[in-house]
């Protein structure tokens, strides 16, 4: 088969996920096992869970993946893994086994951050579109449940990417605060997923969360900290501010009461869910998901003029939100920007995007050492 085939292998968090990808421009599998129903009990990921099911899952996970492209071990041409940033013990699952099969296979492996990965997977998919006109420099947000930062990138030559960091969360990123504001209201976990399809049932002007909720404070904001002018987000005061208005309107009980009901269903539907809402928390979750979409919209795009960029990619688990994409496109447009996103399952964490990013570093010949090991706290 003609290009290079790269096995990917992501274990840094409750996905394990392993994808072929060709020349970082056709995707040729994609699998991704969810550990969702083992953490679902604990309101969110436990670490030590974590690992023990990556541990369970990655063998057939590989397995699949390689049998979905019709490949073998041995007719992959390089492996990658996810170094870092993640859970340190689920990094390491994923890191040991790539390393055996690399060792085995006498195939080279490369160690890829998984922020970038996320930005590889907006590339992967607009190549296997044949789209290649893509204007640079680039401004990525990628926003998840870990992160939610600011990237300029750019390419140098075919082979080399570098990225400057000009913006991140001060304290919880957008993905957190979904997660936080779902488990308070008794909705379950993952947040963002089942927030995005209940807010359009409520009224996203109901409640006002005021501008300075996500603010962060620091001295940077007094534009003394030299010319580079950064970013930031906050989210932790919008998550107490929705706390506050449960106690205040006293939805404690009803919430509590949504919890036990909904932990008894397998796999809730929407109308399920509605059972369960009054009027104004369906209020309180669209307010909430408006309020987080204004800010990261309206931060990005302020980078990206004041950055002078081409392009915008919007990537993560968050990129998923329905109300975040339409909101972008119709901002960028206003400024003349074309923003894309990947597709959803490539938006949240998948070895996919693992894979695509690899091929730049295969290319450059940029191999892992054998004794490179996970970095928890990994920076782009
Ligand atoms: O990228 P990802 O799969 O894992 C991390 O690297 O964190 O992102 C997971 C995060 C979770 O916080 C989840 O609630 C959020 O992405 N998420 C969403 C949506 N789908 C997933 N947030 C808002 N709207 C969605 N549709
Ligand atoms: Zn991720």
Aim: hydrophobic letters at 45%.
């Amino acid at each position: 088969m003609a290009g290079t085939s790269i096995l990917g292998i992501e274990s840094s968090c409750d996905e394990t996920a392993a994808a072929v990808v060709r020349s970082g421009e056709k995707l040729e599998s994609n699998v991704v096992f969810s550990q969702i129903a083992a953490h679902q009990p604990y309101g969110g990921v436990v670490p030590e869970l974590a690992s023990r099911e990556h541990l369970k899952a990655i063998v057939p996970v590989v397995r699949r993946a390689l049998a979905d492209a019709g490949q073998t071990y041995q007719s992959v041409d390089a492996l990658a893994v996810t170094q870092g940033p993640g859970l340190a013990g689920a990094l390491l699952v994923g890191i040991s086994y790539a390393k055996a099969l690399a060792f085995a296979l006498d195939k080279p492996l490369i160690a890829v951050n998984h922020l970038e990965g996320h930005i590889h997977a907006v590339l992967l998919e607009e190549r296997q579109k044949n789209h290649r006109e893509i204007g640079f420099p680039v401004l990525a947000l990628v926003v998840s449940g870990g992160h939610t930062h600011l990237y300029l990138a750019s390419q140098h030559r075919a082979a080399g990417w570098s990225y400057r960091n000009i913006g991140h969360t001060r304290d919880d990123a957008a993905g957190e605060a979904f997660d936080k504001v779902a488990k308070l209201l008794g909705l379950g976990y993952p947040g963002g997923p089942i927030v995005d399809r209940l807010s359009a049932h409520g009224d996203p002007t109901a409640v006002k969360f005021p501008a300075a909720q996500l603010k962060h404070r620091d001295r940077n904001d007094r534009g003394d900290s030299g010319p580079a002018p950064r970013f930031d987000f906050s989210y932790s005061g919008i998550k107490t501010s929705v706390l506050r208005y449960v106690e205040v309107h006293g939805l404690q009980a009803s919430s509590e009461a949504r919890r036990k009901a909904l932990a008894g269903m397998e796999k809730p539907r929407l109308e399920e869910y509605l059972l369960h809402l009054d009027r104004k928390t369906l209020n309180l979750v669209a307010s909430f998901q408006r309020a987080i979409v204004e800010d990261l919209v309206a931060k990005t795009l302020a980078a990206a003029r004041a950055c002078d960029v081409a392009t915008i990619f919007v990537t993560g688990g968050v990129a998923a939100n329905n109300e975040l994409r339409r909101r972008f496109e119709e901002m960028a447009a206003r400024d003349g920007l074309p923003v894309y996103f990947p597709s959803r399952p490539l938006s949240t964490d998948n070895a996919a995007m693992i894979a695509a990013a690899a091929y730049p570093k295969f290319l450059a010949g940029e191999f892992a050492a054998w004794d490179f090991s996970a970095e928890a706290g990994m920076r782009l």
